[in-house]
Nanobody
Framework: QVQLAVSGGGSVQAGGSLRLSCVAS????????MEWHHQAPGKQRELVAV???????NYEDSVKGRFTISRDDAKNTVYLQMDSLKPEDTGIYYC????????????????WGRGTRVFVSS
């Protein structure tokens, strides 16, 4: 089993910054793709950013140039640096990670962390 602990949410004025962190712990051989998702009030959860084990990144169009996803594999941690925040960035942010739990496993399991709330005031 793997647990993802998310931290870093809060309230900020438009134009401000926040940094989210997500730490994976438990039975881990390697962590593959790590992702951040955003669920705005009354809307479905959407993928915001993804980073592969090789460090390749991809972003949803509305956050390109404002958000940066990064990872520290020594700490099994993924970060989301959010700059130039807008009111529409308000919502709950979730992280997920695809984990190979044991050496020799031929499949990964995807785990989710509890969300952290972000509120951006105008």
């Amino acid at each position: 089993q793997v647990q993802l602990a998310v931290s870093g949410g809060g309230s900020v004025q438009a134009g401000g910054s926040l940094r989210l962190s997500c730490v994976a712990s438990g039975t881990i051989f390697s962590v593959k793709d790590m992702e951040w998702h955003h669920q705005a009030p009354g809307k479905q959860r959407e993928l915001v950013a993804v980073i592969s084990s090789a460090g390749n990144t991809n972003y949803e169009d509305s956050v390109k140039g404002r958000f940066t996803i990064s990872r520290d594999d020594a700490k099994n941690t993924v970060y989301l640096q959010m700059d130039s925040l807008k009111p529409e960035d308000t919502g709950i942010y979730y992280c997920s990670a695809a984990v190979q739990e044991h050496y020799g496993d031929n499949h990964d399991y995807t785990y989710w962390g509890r969300g952290t709330r972000v509120f951006v005031s105008s």
